[in-house]
């Protein structure tokens, strides 16, 4: 089912009209928004139309070369194949076609022999490809096409039906009966501890400056639990911010980057933003500073983000963050998974595990009722991991109980405190760089002595009894 692609991005600073105003008509940035044609080249009418009701009224990102966007067309372009290699338009494909795509999709193997896609690969595309075809026979007048008594037995997928049948419809938002059963749910799986360790071991073997960048990238991913696309454009000016504020866990500032402006505060450990601002202060300013007065016709800015190209300047790519870990993990030869999303996924896990222990949480239902009843653990979440939605944090309740099975309150009680954690980790990091040279043993000794003086600041912070 491959080829081509099938859809090309608008130009950068492009508009499009969004409706008629009282002079003329409103415009909205459509920078990136890919546009879709068929394998012949013809404008596609049905599945752009699909895409602009998204990025009219869903308030998609498109950043990234198009962001969520590009990934569904990337997902529509399976079906589209299928339907022109079978003569199909929207309005003739039946259930029988549909079986047979999804079977074809499953079918599909590489010139080694192994499955081309994982099962969570085949639901992801059968369900965006099931919206698409509601939404287009739905404008042609056909409202039940896709429905469990339609041409299409296709069905919209409620919460309650993925508590209750997780395996037939966890992570999809359409169902049809073809769809091969959910995995564990691996691929949502936070980032072992041993493989944070393994990547870091790694980072420490390249050049100090490609080894800081890595190091310092690890630690964001780790500490703000946010998306490869948000810690790209986490900026210095907001960092300094919090470095100089009084607080034991400053608040960071994050760009939002699933919807098209704004941004959230995430409290983060001064500890870590201490090491946040040697990286800046060591490595980021002085490279900049050679850049330009290697190029001193003006052609490298300060563009204010905090990790750069080292070659140019230029801020980091996107995409770049997923190949750097994925080197990372490759050079440390572990074998479990690791990208950047799965530092996400250990960031709201770890979070939910300290929600449960400072509300006394006794299992799920009591999680989940306290956090409908509860407007303050609501907002926390929404700030901790950027979700508009909470329910759709519902798997990370089931990660964090399993993960704090057998394990005694008291003790998380003792050591749960983001600080405590923190200062850990940091201390330990700077012993193994001392032991791979990455630092002399004078500057380890000057860092871990203001680490543990800015330690015991935040605990008085946090300890009115101890402060006083």
Known sequence: MSGFQLHRPLDMEAMLPTGLGVQAPTQQDASNLPCFYYPNGDFCFEVNAFILSAWKYS?????????????????LSEFVRFMESNALNVLTVTDSYFVLFVNGLMAEQEASGEDKRSAETVRAIGSKCLEFLAFATEMYGYANFVSPGGIVKGCKVESSDKRKYPSEYR????????FPLSSSGGEGSPILAESLVALKMASRKRARPVAARLKILISVLESLGCRRAEAARIRVSDIMTAYHSCLSSPLLRIPIVKGRVGSRLVPVSHSVISTWNDYIVEFRNPRLAELRKKNPDGGVLDHDYLFINLRNGQPLGINTITNDISDLKFASGIAKRAHPHMFRHRFITNKFKELIIEYDLQNTDVMRRAISNSELIKTKLKEWTGHKIVESLDRYIHLAFSELAGMPAVVERVNATAEYKAARTIFKDLEEDRDAGQISQEKFESKASRLLGEFFVGMDAESPVRGG
């Open 59 to 75: 308030n998609y990102s498109t950043t990234n070369r198009g962001g969520t966007l590009r990934q569904w067309v990337m997902q």
């Open 171 to 178: 992570r999809v938002v359409w169902h049809h009966h073809s």
